[in-house]
């Protein structure tokens, strides 16, 4: 009644890219499986269809450490998990934790 797109979109996606890469890609999981899993090691990363789906839940876990890598690009593209911050933006109020894991991820994905 929700919809079929499980079933009819990600699934074969996941079959594709699968059959594609020889990757152990994984999916459509259960969301509080899937980030249980994560949390304790057992998946390298989570590719989620909605910001609000994939934030929310690492934001919760550790805010700081939450890096953004945008796929499908010749070169990789990291970002912090965070928003851009405009309220805070120049005042010296800005954590660097996040910066410094997008960077640090970046340098281990050219590597």
Same mark, same amino acid.
């Given at each position: 009644? &929700?919809?079929? /797109? /499980? ?17 152990? &890609?994984?999916?459509?999981? $259960? ?5 249980? !899993?994560? %949390?304790?090691? %057992?998946? !390298?990363? =989570?590719?989620? =269809?909605?910001?609000?789906?994939? =934030?929310?839940?690492? %934001? ?5 450490? &939450? ?6 690009? $010749?070169? $990789? ?10 309220? &805070? ?8 934790? $996040?910066?410094?894991?997008?960077l640090l991820t970046c340098a281990r994905l050219c590597s």
């Amino acid at each position: 009644m &929700i919809g079929e /797109e /499980e079933i009819h979109v990600i699934g074969p996606a996941v079959i594709d890219a699968r059959r594609k890469t020889g990757l152990n &890609i994984l999916g459509p999981l $259960p969301a509080d499986s899937a980030y249980k !899993d994560h %949390k304790a090691g %057992k998946l !390298d990363c =989570l590719v989620t =269809l909605y910001h609000d789906q994939s =934030l929310i839940p690492l %934001k919760l876990h550790d805010a700081s450490k &939450i890096v953004n890598i945008t796929l499908g690009l $010749p070169f $990789p593209r990291t970002s912090p998990g965070h928003g851009t911050a405009f309220d &805070i933006a120049g005042k010296n109020k800005a954590d660097p934790r $996040p910066m410094k894991e997008a960077l640090l991820t970046c340098a281990r994905l050219c590597s």
